[in-house]
């Protein structure tokens, strides 16, 4: 007898695609009236937030501050966690294990515990500001917190772990030998790299860079707390309209630019792959 | 001439000298927090290193946090059980089927990984409320609203946990126990289950740790009586830090990574990696 898996997989789909479809349809509804205070809001349908949105320089710079955040820690993230990734590949599998294991331990622990130990290090009396000032590096304590550094270090700290486990499966893939080839046929190791390694993980550091945008984009815990309230991405912004000053549909409204901005930047790039894509294929025919 | 492998260049010690500051970094704050909360209880501030030794801070722990602490491991344990019992068949159901329109299914049960967090609170806030006054079941600040809401946000992670896990097993071991005569229910409780059950550990695991440690969905889906220890602990931190705070996260982590050494001995670490890495 064939089972129809199908069918058995009817329910859940039903309980997934309900949930997402009736939490997005009735905030996106939500974004479309105007907010009266207190959590009330006018019978008439408008696109007033959107156009709010649209040309107050407060919410502009607010968009533009998180994805300038997101694209900052990105690059870091891809930076240092390439050649970290890389060395734990080409090491005694023995050590690899054990600081995989770590990485995998500090990326399980609860973020608000890692923040609160981030807090304690680079506090103005902190070990770092204190190491700095009496190594004559700084002549102040350094204001880490509260400033994008503090955000980005926070964010870093978050995704660092994600690049390095996620590249780390990339690369083992590719066999030292074909590094070796290359080097036979005399490159040097830096077009080996730029040749033969780089082009093979391509995919994997896309994939990486599009998970820690996507994580970035989103990141509220770390913003909120490292930033002290000043550094207001999109996430934060979104949480005080919506529990501050009780302006539901506000709320709404720039968590639908936040979600557009996020699904618009990940098609993009699916595009672009897919193009690039073919136009390889098409070089080869 | 034989092929010697380069001696290891500068490019090589710097990144491997790059590879213990990440460790320190990503270390460093765990470490931090321990140490700190053994400081001397005559000052309500944090230091490091500490200016001495004590446990003072342990017994200054408000019972608040504690009732976080019980409230949170209960919303993530039903997090994970109910985002297995969804991830099962659906996982199954999405490796073994083939229908018009499959990729379009798995497209939408894969979205909520692209949705920010933030943006998971306050949507299903907002339908809390409108269902609330609609049919008067008030689901915020209620333990099935927050497990609702965690739901969401895990079910991805399980899903490619077990489908990664279904898309390897060798269908002649179902053959095989089917042309024995087994049932096909028999055959997905004695055979297929068992087999896959690593992949269920560690969606289960990733969902109750999702669950244990976000702070956004919970800070909009909780409330009075009803706040998770995340969230417990992000409001302290905002508005009242006392040293209390390292010695609660302290106690969490040493009950973490005895729970993690216990995964460990029992499944591995590896079900854990894959369940990360599905996405």
């Known amino acids: ?285 | 001439m034989r092929y010697r492998r380069p001696r290891p260049s500068l490019a090589q010690g710097a990144a491997t000298t790059l590879m213990f500051g990440v460790l320190v970094f990503l270390l460093s704050p765990l470490l931090v927090v321990a140490a700190a909360s053994l400081g001397p209880g005559d000052r309500p501030y944090v230091s490091f290193p500490p200016a001495g030794f004590s446990l003072h801070w342990y017994f200054e722990v408000p019972a608040r946090y504690w009732q976080a602490i019980g409230f949170s491991l209960a919303v993530a344990a039903g997090t994970a059980l109910a985002s297995v019992v969804i991830a099962i068949p659906a996982a199954l159901g999405l490796v073994r089927s083939s229908f018009r329109g499959k990729t379009f299914v798995a497209l939408l049960l894969r979205a909520p990984l692209q949705i920010p967090y933030v943006v998971t609170g306050i949507a299903f806030l907002q339908a809390y409320y409108l269902l609330g006054s609609a049919t008067g079941l008030h689901l915020r600040a209620s333990y099935p609203g927050l497990v609702l809401g965690h739901l969401f946000l895990a079910t991805p992670y399980a899903i490619g946990s077990i489908a990664a896990v279904l898309a390897r097993l060798n269908p002649r071991l179902e053959e095989a126990a089917a042309s024995l005569g087994a049932s096909p229910w028999r055959v997905l409780r004695r055979v297929t289950l068992p087999v896959i059950l690593p992949g269920i550990y560690g969606g289960a695991l990733y969902a109750f740790i999702i669950s244990f440690g976000e702070v956004p969905v919970a800070l909009f889906l909780g409330g009075a009586g009803r706040t998770t220890f995340p969230v417990e602990m992000f409001t302290s931190m905002q508005f009242d830090f006392s040293p209390a705070l390292l010695a609660v996260s302290t106690a969490v982590l040493l009950i973490s990574f005895a729970v993690l050494i216990l995964i460990q001995r029992s499944i591995g670490f590896d079900a854990v990696v894959r369940a990360g890495s599905a996405r």
């Open chain 1, 1 to 285: 007898m064939r089972v129809r898996w199908g069918i058995v997989m009817l329910p859940a789909v039903v309980v997934s695609v309900g949930l997402l479809a009736a939490s997005q349809l009735v905030f996106l509804r939500m974004s479309f009236f105007h907010d009266r205070g207190f959590g009330l809001i006018d019978a008439q349908p408008t696109l007033g937030n959107y156009l709010i949105v649209a040309t107050d320089t407060f919410y502009l710079g607010s968009l533009y501050l998180t994805v300038q955040v997101a694209l900052i820690v990105v690059a870091c993230s891809l930076f240092i966690g390439y050649p970290v990734a890389y060395v734990l590949t080409r090491m005694p599998a023995r050590w690899a294990t054990l600081i995989i294991a770590a990485i995998v331990a500090s990326a399980l622990v609860a973020e608000v515990i890692k923040v609160l130990g981030l807090i304690v290090i680079f506090s103005a009396d902190g070990i770092v500001n204190r190491t700095l000032v009496a190594l004559g590096a700084a002549s102040a304590p350094i204001k880490i917190l509260g400033s994008i550094t503090g955000v980005v270090l926070g964010l870093l700290h978050f995704t660092l772990g994600f690049v390095v486990l996620l590249l780390f499966s990339v690369l083992q893939t590719i066999p030292a030998s074909l590094e070796e080839a290359a080097g036979v046929h005399g490159a040097s190791p830096l077009r080996v790299f730029w040749r033969v390694v780089l082009p093979l993980s391509a995919p994997g550091v896309l994939t990486a860079g599009l998970v820690i945008f996507n994580l970035s984009m989103g990141a509220f815990t770390a913003v909120s707390l490292l930033g002290g309230g000043r550094i207001l991405t999109l996430p934060v912004l979104i949480e005080r309209t919506m529990i501050l000053e009780t302006k539901y549909a506000m709320a709404a409204c720039l968590a639908a630019v936040l979600l557009g901005t996020v699904v618009l930047i990940n098609a993009l790039t699916a595009l672009a792959v897919s193009r690039s894509r073919f136009a390889i294929a098409g070089s080869l025919a």
